[in-house]
């Protein structure tokens, strides 16, 4: 298993990813108003180009073998490595590759010096939760954050030791 990093002109496909995943995933958590504000607003491509091109983020398909498997964003905030995406095609959920893809993103926050990786996750997104925990994260805050249009994110900021 590998992370593919993206260049800016292919974020038209992470993009085609991440609206999959969260029509597939989310509807259990979220309304289908909320999902797709949510993809519109931070994992459509022109969201994901101003990250890439504003805040630094780097986007990377999780690979195994040649099937793309999932997806993860990350970048460097307050000298913490932010894993700020990290999804799984419903059909490779439950099969080890968010483990690796935690792992090698790791290993990545190392290489570069980083002390920590954090990431937000919403409160009832058990699965994550439990798989993020299960990977060294620890809760260190519970927030809601406003995002617009009457909807917020209620999540846990979860950080773990590189």
């Known amino acids: 298993m590998r992370l593919d990093f993206v260049d800016i002109d292919s974020l038209s496909e992470v993009a085609e ?3 999959k995943v969260w029509h597939e995933y989310f509807p259990c958590i979220l309304t289908e108003q909320q999902i797709d504000y949510m993809v519109d607003r931070f994992q459509s491509e022109h969201a ?3 990250q890439v091109m504003d ?7 999780i690979v195994d073998g040649d099937v793309r498997v999932g997806y993860t964003g990350i970048s460097v ?3 913490k490595l932010f894993i700020s995406k990290l999804y799984l095609l419903k059909e ?3 099969k080890g590759y968010g483990r690796a893809a935690l792992d090698m ?5 190392r290489e570069e010096g980083l002390r920590t990786a954090y990431l937000t996750v919403n409160k009832h997104n058990d699965r994550a939760i439990r798989t993020y925990l299960a990977n ?3 809760t260190i805050q519970s927030i809601v954050t406003n995002i617009g249009e009457g909807f917020v994110m209620d999540d846990f900021v979860m950080e773990k030791v590189l």
Request: glycine share 14%; charged share 35%.
């Open 136 to 138: 060294g994260f620890k």
């Open 48 to 50: 994901m180009r101003e």
């Open 17 to 19: 990813m991440a609206d």
């Open 105 to 109: 993103i790791s290993d990545i926050g």
């Open 92 to 94: 490779n959920r439950g």
């Open 55 to 61: 805040k630094g983020y780097r986007y990377a398909f």
């Open 77 to 79: 905030s307050d000298d």
